[in-house]
């Protein structure tokens, strides 16, 4: 029984219970560092294509492994997501509330391994799905499948479908949010309650004993190399664990900054700022190495050859192809065919001449 006691410890009576600002807040923290990788990961693919054009081709596939092996990190230390710890707060399973293990205690491990997919794994699958329904309506929209096939009913009645499913997934989350604002509910998310546990604020027995755990993991020494390599890992892990907690006041205000200097509402005060004078156009163009990787007629697509069908530019380096060929190539490559500037499917611009 002392053993017991020394990993549990007695609850306040009604403190432990985060609030909705709290629980929110730690929800939307990783949803701000995704976006800050990606737009890093994407200056690097335009500046280098070549070098690290896979990074951006495998992000989602590389994000996902890094978010795996970050929340695993602090479940299986601090019992807590990354966001929840940042905001001092923990997992506990569900049950009778008198009593709590420690934070360093862990979670067991049917709520441990829950908890973990939950985490990567559904963001994961969310993010695939929204990128499949925008693929699919543009697709629907230029008409590259036949009217005839199968498949495109089928993902008609999907796209007709999608909607009313995404609105159904955010009102239960909407509605668990104001169940739990209103002391109906003991979670505020709908997550939580399928992983099998619920949150509580970190209380100073947790902060002492997450504290010694770290002391003696820094001053614990191996001696085999199979323990060494185990223990180099995790001091690297737990390096980048901590400098992501301590840096991230400093880049979630970065991030904010970034919003609001590529808003919508201050593009046109950016512009007059950092508008250069506009460049002569090119001299004798026709007579340069260039020509020959182009067409001689200018309404000859450059990938196929052929008299450009359903004419359509690239907004990443203004030239023109069939629809069907630069919504191929770009969709297997992410480049353009001509310059190999990195390029997505939302660059794709339709062109409407006069005679149509």
């Known amino acids: 029984m002392a053993e017991v006691g020394a990993h549990l410890t007695a609850a306040p009576a009604g403190g432990d219970r985060p609030s909705v600002f709290e629980a929110v807040a730690q929800d939307s923290l990783m949803a701000a560092v995704k976006p ?31 978010d795996l092996l970050l929340q695993q990190h602090y479940l299986a230390r601090c019992s807590a997501s990354f966001s929840e710890n940042f905001y001092s707060l923990k997992r506990i399973p569900m049950g009778d509330g008198r009593q709590q293990p420690l934070a360093t205690a862990g979670l067991p491990k049917r709520q441990h391994w829950k908890s973990l997919l939950l985490l990567v794994l559904v963001p994961y699958l969310k993010g695939k799905l929204e990128k499949l329904v925008s693929s699919l309506r543009e697709e629907d929209e230029y008409s590259i499948h036949p009217p005839s096939s199968s498949w495109k009913r089928f993902y008609r009645a999907f796209l007709a479908a999608y909607p009313y499913v995404n609105m159904t997934w955010e009102g239960w989350f909407l509605i668990q949010q104001l169940c739990y604002i209103l002391g109906k509910a003991e979670h505020h998310s709908p997550m939580l309650k399928l992983a099998g546990v619920r949150l509580v604020r970190l209380t100073a027995e947790d902060i002492q004993a997450l ?22 890992l995790r001091k690297a892990l737990g390096g980048i664990a901590l400098s992501l907690s301590t840096g991230l006041s400093v880049s979630v205000f970065f991030l904010r900054f970034l919003d609001w200097w590529y808003s919508s509402e201050n593009q046109e005060t950016i512009k007059s700022l950092t508008a250069l004078p506009t460049p002569p156009p090119p001299v004798h163009l026709e007579q340069e190495g260039s020509s020959a990787l182009l ?17 359509t530019a690239l907004a990443t380096s203004g030239f023109v192809f069939c629809y069907r060929c630069a919504y191929g190539y770009v969709k297997a490559h992410q480049r353009c065919p001509v310059t190999g500037y990195a390029t997505e499917l939302q660059h794709l611009v339709k062109l409407y001449s006069p005679e149509s």
Do not use: M
């Open 211 to 232: 504290e010694k755990k770290w002391a003696e993991t820094t001053s614990s020494q191996t001696h085999s190399l199979t323990s060494r390599v185990q223990s180099a």
């Open 295 to 311: 067409p001689g007629l200018r309404s000859v697509c450059p990938v196929c050859r052929r008299v450009r069908v359903n004419a």
């Open 36 to 66: 800050a990788l990606q737009h890093l990961v994407k200056v690097l693919a335009e500046s280098n294509p070549a070098r690290y054009g896979f990074l951006w081709q495998w992000f989602d596939e590389i994000y996902v492994l890094l």
